[in-house]
């Protein structure tokens, strides 16, 4: 059951609570350790390098504000930190005013030329060529979750409206989509490396 | 896994979503709890899958973020932390009433006509020269009770009725530090509120991690910069709260875990010359 002891000597707890009362040293230490992950999910999220950038900005502004929330028990510093980045991406994209119209979603979404597809979707093609082509290996109802709810914003009850699904199977779905991604873009590494 | 909205599957799934950020606050809260419920095991096995997505960098893109985006970052961080405190800088008026209320019934005409007129009138007899002072002092006394009230309407409108809350309860912990050594102007008061459902009693409430806790600096050097340090039963030293001195009157708002609770100490800690507040 739940641990209630809070380990105040483990590091990074007393790192969030420096940052927390707005230490700069800690606030860099903070920059310092994860900033290249903060920016290359940016990157992948968002349209372009000065998006990212601002992004990166948010984020650690954010990240600042709900320092005092981390708790060493239940997640790793770097767990927290991308969950908070990816929290706000997706509020990023959600608050972009251009989405993809529902009847945009047809069998072949994201696929056919007349489709508008979302600046995450162009970066999508255009940067990750094989994250893609994993992408096409997954059956059609987790990359379609994958693709509304990760990479287009929407939430898991609006994607279950899309698609008519009830809203279990969509987070069915999409769990174990993401996880074939990896582990199909893992076995690629390996095979790239070998 | 007692009480727990998921079984260990869901749990799982649940848990890559987590990752993601793709759960919604409610659902989120929902895996908070069945996590909390869940077996140490179950909980380990939760904490390594989330790492190993959080550190996945195989869908991401290869590109370094630019040297120059550090000192954006620190630059916005500052500017949000400047941002808040002015949020809250109209507290700082409410030290600024309080000195003027003073102020005035100190220089009031008709108090100084009164008085002239009661040394006039009654000459030198020390018993009205007596009751004439007392008047006096209640007179302030009553400002300041006055201008109390006001700070705490003005707080409660400004809403944080919470601190109203901390700064009237009489059970709340309330600690005053002074310089331990040279100039005695100004001082700082911290108030650790000890329970919100039941204040007679600390541990009752099983359900709150952290207490709430608010530090006022009052008429500190403009600059000032005071760590509000707590030393645990333990020895324990942890770092709560940073005043930095912008005006007369300087708030700001802590949370302290409830098992530290017990016999901690509190001071405060100059951070630029390291002089302490006892």
Known sequence: ?194 | MNDSPHNYSELLELAVLDAHGLLDPIESELFNRSFHNAPASVQDEIVRLQHRLATDESLLPSDLPPNSLKGKVLDAVAKAADNEAKRLAPLALIGARVGAARGNINTTGSVVMWRTAAMILFGATVVLAILSFDSHRTAIEFSEKVSSLQALDFIRNEGSPSMVETLTNPLSRIVRLEREEGNKNGYIRVSIFSNLNDPTDPNVDDTAEYVRGEAFGYDLEVGAVVIIRGTTKSGEVIDFARITASNSMVPQVFKIPKDQLQGLTIVGVDAKTGARWI
Do not use: C
Request: net charge positive; proline share 4%; glycine share 4%.
């Open chain 1, 1 to 194: 059951m739940w641990r209630w002891v809070l380990p105040e000597n483990e590091p990074d707890y007393r790192l969030m609570r420096r940052v927390a009362i707005g230490e700069e040293e800690a606030v860099a230490e903070l920059y310092d350790r994860f900033s290249a992950l903060v920016f290359k999910l940016s990157l992948q999220f968002l349209s372009n390098k000065a998006e990212a950038e601002d992004a990166v900005q948010e984020i650690f502004v954010r990240l600042w504000k709900t320092a005092d929330r981390f708790d060493p028990r239940k997640a790793k510093l770097v767990t927290w930190v991308m969950l908070i980045t990816r929290r706000h991406l997706i509020d990023r994209i959600r608050r972009k005013s251009v989405r993809p119209k529902q009847q945009e979603f047809t069998a072949h979404h994201g696929e056919s030329a007349t489709d508008a597809p979302h600046p995450s979707n162009v970066l999508l093609h255009e940067r990750t060529a094989q994250h893609w082509q994993a992408l096409q290996t997954l059956p059609e109802m987790q990359r379609t979750v994958i693709e509304r709810a990760y990479f287009q914003g929407f939430t898991l009850k609006e994607v279950s409206r899309q698609i008519d699904a009830p809203l279990g199977t969509v987070k069915s779905a999409l769990s174990r989509g993401l996880m074939r991604l990896r582990e199909h873009r893992t076995r690629d590494s390996s095979v790239l490396g070998s």
